[in-house]
């Protein structure tokens, strides 16, 4: 356990093992565990084309695990900078060589496609282009708690429009978000973890270090400076009776799952 005193002898700081990076790769590896498992059940030929759509932060996860045994993978993204996540700890780490493209022309260009663009991303048209071997695609929504949310989701149209012999769904909850993105479901287990620790007898208060992240990678395009801002304890806490943090941090973290459906 990380214990320091704080400000007097008697009050202590208390500091996670875990880091916020590690939460992240928990939760994209139940994603990427998933879908490997998934792809493994198709019986394909390690050669198949592998196409995945969309890096942050699904996408960048699912291709590191299916490098582990598959050859032929192409992630594509419209953000090239992107990139440079294969080359990161976040996700997990890369095994053998993937190709990158910002070309969505080649989105078609698989035996097997995976969609992780979520709202915004693939339109219904562009899926109704797909024939395919096999088709993946991760839903947005978690629990179905914001009408607007629900309402704003087409992946089912999406699903309906694609020619596929075999379809499945990225289904990922449990903690009662909005949606199930990695990032949103970070902030969630972060949220709750305060929450808990407060309730905790001799608590003074915590702090949770967490940046809107959106605006490194995405305005700023800066991957190194975001991997750096992750890369710290999750939590910092003031109390009288020191007590496991990682402990309670793997309880909220292990109510995530994600299933195909």
Do not use: W
């Not at 704080?6 to 009050?11: D, K, P, Q, R, Y």
């Not at 109704?128 to 607007?148: C, G, Y």
């Not at 479901?185 to 309730?199: D, W």
């Not at 890369?231 to 299933?259: G, H, M, R, Y």
């Amino acid at each position: 356990m990380n214990v320091d005193t704080g400000i007097t002898s008697e009050v202590f700081t208390i500091k996670s093992e875990t880091k916020l990076v590690d939460i992240f790769n928990e939760i994209i590896s139940k994603k990427s565990e998933a879908v490997f498992e998934y792809i493994e059940s198709l019986n394909l030929d390690k050669n198949t084309r592998i196409v995945v759509i969309g890096t942050y932060f699904t996408g960048v996860g699912i291709v590191k695990k299916l490098s582990e045994k598959y050859e032929n993978i192409l992630l594509i993204d419209i953000y090239p900078h992107l990139e440079e996540l294969l080359y990161t700890n976040l996700g997990g780490t890369l095994k053998s060589k993937v190709d990158f493209s910002s070309d969505l022309n080649l989105i078609y260009s698989g035996d097997v496609v995976i969609d992780t663009t979520g709202f915004g991303g693939i339109d219904v048209e562009q899926s109704s282009k797909f024939d395919v071997e096999s088709f993946i695609i991760e839903d947005p929504v978690a629990e179905d708690n914001d009408e607007l949310l629900k309402n704003k989701n087409n992946i089912h149209d999406r699903l309906k429009a694609v020619k596929s012999r075999n379809k499945a769904i990225i289904k990922t909850k449990g903690i009662d978000t909005k949606t199930s993105g990695t990032m949103t479901l970070t902030i969630g287990a972060l949220t709750n973890l305060l929450n808990k620790f407060l309730e905790k007898e001799g608590v003074l208060y915590c702090a949770c270090e967490m940046g809107f992240f959106e605006e490194v990678i995405f305005k700023e395009k800066n991957i190194d400076k975001f991997i750096e801002r992750t890369n710290v304890n999750a939590f910092k806490i003031s109390t009288i009776k020191p007590f496991d943090l990682d402990e309670l941090i793997s309880e909220e973290i292990n109510k995530i799952n994600t299933k195909m459906i």
